[in-house]
């Protein structure tokens, strides 16, 4: 069975993988990413890792996962905030360690088609996967292949705005689908809740203390029966909703993916959002419902989507 | 030279023309819709008018463009509130008449693929249309094809929301695009405008009368220098071009073309729009600008890209 190697990318750490067609992971390495060094060491690191994972067998291909802004098409990291990277040609410098194609793709975007090839989108040709973590995370799936818009400059789901003049994003603008849907805004907006009822069980939760307030706060709570917690995942859930639809609106997608800390609470974050899609997506119930579940392969989809860019 | 027949499927006419392969039209018609007749019906006036414009001569397919939801893959038209129909066997009942290849895809999309093919989005790959009309029809050409979503689901840019529980939309949802950037909204905008200020110039253009308002009131009294006016339009074009930095920000589109009555203005909608986008779009100045510009083919957009459809 051919085998493949799938490298993720990220700030502290780059993992990888060595994985068969069928989506087996073979071999597993972790190393540290020292994202303050130039360019080409990192670069030399990762390579020195996927000879590592081989072992000497022959691989068809290597996939990287990296993020920021990445130039599919010539194997180049545009620019990255994280790794000071600019214009660099990843793809290249891997390709002459390896001896193999070596392909390049945002991370998010790797991990939604991971998600879609061997997780929760297996049943779907068209998917989108949300990851909701400090920001929000967009990949799309279109037909079975992944869609990076033109120049890789695309797929930016999180800085969608979804309220015009609402609240400030890190990107500088206004009211992006990120500062309502993210965990980071869930923690925010129980945080401001917990501020306008002291009376809340949310206090007790978080031991009196909001710097202890996270995502399960007020999900935990509300199953508990407090109403001060149930109103901020209903704000929540709106919120998240509305750019679930747009997606759907735009993708037509079959398939909406949930990924990232939030999406531990299962149904309880799901049946709501499958509901309020299905109800108010353009055309309404025409068509195959729309499907919200959330991801399957936790930390392996964004190295086994990588590797599956190489796949055939 | 190959010639094609493009048809356009309005509520009250059906546009068709005959065309060559480099876009020169050859033949026009228009026939009334009578969209009260069942589907066979119109359908078989169409066929008759496609015979017509041929003459006789050899043509290699017809291209159909229609409103509603239509599944080009299966050439049927799968709902259409204004014409009645559900689940139409548009292209087989086309192909029967005709002898040759049919395809069938949304009006606005098709109106989209015209104007990249034949007009104003002749330089991209890849490029969205946005037409300001009733509503906002959208259409996306990704790598020089028409983009219309998993099943025909998709693509539909005027109702994404931009201002979630903002202005009701006729689709049943709050803050859809087309509440805030339509010609109609414009009116909406303007008349609102002028009851909270009697003294506008608005008033005498409109001769006095809320009744006479249309989408050029605001633009040529902020030329004439009515600060009134010029807030209309500023705030007008703030939430276009939100709508927009979205579909740049998920399309990664090297231009944005705006067709629609509003377009007429030129210079003094698409100058504001491009700066405000390449200043606000994600990534911001990095790669390309992203262009805006006017339609360039008017009531022949949706002719050409319906011929389009079925050119190699």
């Not at 859930?237 to 997608?253: D, M, P, R, T």
């Not at 939030?262 to 353009?282: E, I, S, W």
Request: hydrophobic share 40%; proline share 3%; with cysteine.
């Amino acid at each position: 069975m051919k085998k493949y190697v799938g490298i993720d990318i990220g700030g502290t750490a780059v993992k990888g993988i060595l994985v068969s067609e069928d989506g087996t992971i073979l071999q597993k390495s972790s190393i540290p990413t020292l994202a303050t060094r130039p360019f080409e060491e990192v670069a030399a690191s990762i390579g020195e890792q996927i000879v590592s994972l081989t072992g000497g067998e022959r691989i068809e291909g290597v996939g990287v996962g990296c993020p920021g802004m990445v130039d599919g098409a010539h194997g180049v990291i545009v620019y990255n905030n994280n790794l000071y990277w600019k214009d660099a040609p990843l793809a290249d410098a891997l390709r002459q360690k390896a001896g193999v194609p070596v392909k390049v793709a945002n991370d998010a975007n790797a991990a939604c088609l991971g998600e879609c090839r061997f997780g929760a989108g297996q049943a779907y040709s068209d998917a989108a996967l949300i990851t909701l973590g400090t920001g929000v995370g967009g990949g799309i799936v279109i037909g079975g292949k992944l869609f990076e818009g033109c120049n890789g400059r695309g797929a930016e789901i999180g800085h969608m705005t979804i309220v015009a003049d609402g609240v400030p994003c890190t990107c500088g603008r206004k009211g992006c689908f990120e500062t309502y849907a993210s965990a980071t805004a869930l923690v925010r907006q129980t945080v401001f809740a917990m501020l306008t009822d002291r009376k809340s069980a949310m206090w007790d939760y978080a031991q009196g203390d909001l710097n202890k307030v996270d995502g399960k706060t007020s999900f935990e709570c509300a199953k508990a029966g407090d109403g001060t917690a149930q109103r901020v995942i209903d704000a929540y859930l709106h919120y998240l909703a509305e750019g679930i639809i747009n997606v759907v609106n735009i993708f037509g997608s079959q398939a909406v993916i949930l990924g990232g800390g939030v999406c531990a609470q299962g149904a309880a974050l799901t049946d709501p959002l499958k509901k309020y899609v299905n109800a108010n997506r353009y055309g309404g119930d025409r068509g195959e419902p729309t499907a919200v579940v959330t991801a399957k392969l936790g930390n392996d989809a964004g190295c086994l989507g990588a590797a599956s860019l190489v796949m055939a």
